[in-house]
């Protein structure tokens, strides 16, 4: 299946015959007009040239009819509103929809759980209430998830569909309020973009886990991307974690070379950068949640939920999955609020298991925020090397 069809449907093709006389008319191989279509990029040179000649048409027309806008043509529109706000009020807005009271399917002191589709859940939520947003959407890569949802439509429409659910989130953060995005490259790329428009960009993370297997004549994709925004010019709680600096597993010894700096080095570890590497996949059985793929590491989200939120904050994360979110913001003290339009069942029994969960919590915390954690500074005082003690 193609990734799209904006391309065809620009230059008015809708089948077989119809592609084969625009590559004759053209002279633009098939082949090509089909990688324009399926990743929906706009010619350039003399395929362009040709393009527009043939349609009678101007660059800018059909940069539009393909819906890629840019400066050029945001520029355009800003000069002209006039004449287009006419159109603008004929085209029909969207209704509002009468938003209908959910029913949450599991509560905890500080948490609810709906069963319900994203769209018809924010719906109901109250504008600027939520302290931290974090989703982890589907990425549209023919995944089998337990709500069978389609996870492979045209680009278009996912990219669509996105910018309706990140339009609500958007909606209902609180001033200073963070977002967090977790995606392919491919997608967020396009939604950082989207989210620029209402919000404050902080960083774009890069998650070092491997999530496909490598292809040929291509890079190998080894990470994830973590989009951070905050609504306004600074976020309202900022506190990220510190890293230990990275040792031999067996000798201890420090991994990088930090020279004559080490008596500057905080004791409480190193600054937390925007590449994450210490971020495990949950492939373990032992520690997943549901059966399949796309849980999340608690670990992640502790990071995560730790620098942008304090407790007694109000967390909402859209897409529940097997609730790795939800967890993390119990047994952090915050509350939380979210929805999964499958099922729940997975969500509500990992809350029984909640001591297991506080114990792993426990040891990934146990390795942060010191600059060596103690087994490691215990083997360090064993081998002679330095501590921060020691300085
Ligand atoms: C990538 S998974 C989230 C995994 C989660 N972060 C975790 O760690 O377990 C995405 C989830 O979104 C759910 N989903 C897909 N479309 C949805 C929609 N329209 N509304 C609510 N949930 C949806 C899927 O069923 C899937 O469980």
Partial sequence: MGYSNQFFSAI?????????FFSKKSFIPIERLKYYNDFNLVPSGQDLTKIVSILNITNIELKIRMGRLDAEIAHLLQNNIDQLSDILDKSKTPLQKESRKLQAKFKTRLGKLYQADCLDFLQTIESDSIDLVFADPPFNLNKLYPSKIDDQIKAEKYIQWSEQWL??????LAPGG????????????ILSNYIGNYLNFRNWIGVDIKYSLPIQGRLYPSHY??????????????????????TCPKCVSELKNYGGYKNKMNPNGISLTDVWLDIPPVRHAKHKRRIGSNELSLKLLDRIIEMA??????????????GTTYMAAEL????????????????????SLKDEERELLKRYRGGINSLFPIDVRKKRETFGLWTCETL
């Avoid at 339009?167 to 209902?172: D, G, K, L, S």
């Avoid at 951070?228 to 974690?241: L, N, S």
Wanted: proline letters at 7%; hydrophobic letters at 35%; charged letters at 30%.
């Fill in 178 to 189: 963070a977002l967090f995005i977790w995606n392919l490259p491919k997608w967020n790329t």
């Fill in 167 to 172: 339009y609500e989130c958007i909606r209902v």
């Fill in 309 to 322: 939120s304090d407790e007694g904050d109000l967390i909402l994360d859209p897409f529940g999955g097997s």
């Fill in 332 to 351: 952090k003290k915050r509350r939380w609020i979210g929805c999964e339009v499958g099922p729940v069942g997975d969500i509500i029994d990992r809350f």
């Fill in 12 to 20: 008015g093709i809708n089948t077989k015959k119809d592609l084969a």
């Fill in 225 to 246: 991307s973590l989009l951070y925004f905050v609504k306004g010019d600074k976020p309202k709680v900022f506190h990220p974690d510190r890293l230990p600096m990275q």
